[in-house]
């Protein structure tokens, strides 16, 4: 089966810019995470969707992060405008339920803010 | 609040030796599931291990195993013969109380020649 997709790989940006990552889950995974993780550090998890539906999103910064998970498939998470501070891997994950199911992590998307 | 700890930032073993990478955690609940996840520098988070922790009995995948002590709340994984490809960063993780998962801080594992 396939597993998580990612995209893009790599972004490098100006501080003040916008960003978007995208994920694809694996197929008939209901549960969708993204998670921030900077160098040196675990992941930490920003927002988790329920098929289309948010779960929790309390460590998101609203302020200039926002997500979707359109159609409870595909996701994307957004950052405007960025901050130097924004530097890091953002890992997305899936699984079929939360809490019981093992997690599935995509490749991660690695961000630079200049 | 749950809480993950990995006391030990780095870690070396010889080619083919054993190693035990540490973790303790924090919860209030009574049924609750453990993780071992490895992140090679290709970035791609994979599962080495997970433990229900209502079954006394540890977890064992071929070369790893964990040591589960649930009144110490202590979950360390060892890992036999240790390969070069077992060279990563090793988290371990539990699930928080709202259902987002809660990672520890990470150990680096080198592998010697």
């Known amino acids: 089966e396939a597993g998580v997709a990612q995209s893009p790989r790599y972004k490098i940006i100006e501080k003040r810019q916008s960003v978007a990552f995208w994920c694809n889950p694996i197929?008939?995974?209901?549960?969708l995470y993204w998670y921030q993780q900077i160098l040196g550090q675990g992941p930490k998890l920003l927002i988790q969707?329920?098929?289309?539906?948010?779960?929790?999103d309390s460590q998101l910064p609203k302020d200039r992060f926002s997500a979707e998970r359109l159609k409870g498939v595909d996701s994307t998470l957004k950052i405007q405008p960025a901050k130097l501070e924004d530097s890091a891997v953002y890992l997305c994950?899936?699984?079929?339920?939360?809490?019981?199911?093992?997690?599935?992590f995509g490749p991660g998307t690695r961000l630079l803010v200049l | 609040a749950q809480t993950v700890t990995q006391s030990q930032p780095e870690m070396s073993v010889q080619e083919a030796e054993t190693v035990t990478l540490s973790c303790t955690y924090d919860?209030?609940?009574?049924?609750?599931?453990l993780f071992w996840y490895k992140q090679p520098p290709s970035r791609q988070m994979i599962l080495v291990i997970r433990?229900?922790?209502?079954?006394?009995q540890n977890a064992t995948e071929n070369r790893f195993s964990v040591n589960f002590q649930k009144a110490a709340k202590s979950f360390s994984l060892k890992i036999s013969d240790s390969q070069l490809g077992d060279a990563a960063m090793y988290f371990c993780?539990?699930?928080?109380?709202?259902?987002?998962?809660?990672f520890g801080a990470g150990t680096r594992l080198t592998v010697k020649p």
């Open positions: 994950a899936s699984s079929l339920v939360p809490r019981v199911e093992t997690q599935y």
């Open positions: 197929s008939g995974h209901a549960t």
């Open positions: 969707f329920q098929n289309n539906g948010v779960v929790d």
């Open positions: 919860t209030s609940e009574s049924d609750y599931y």
């Open positions: 433990q229900e922790a209502y079954k006394q």
């Open positions: 993780a539990s699930w928080g109380p709202y259902n987002d998962m809660r």
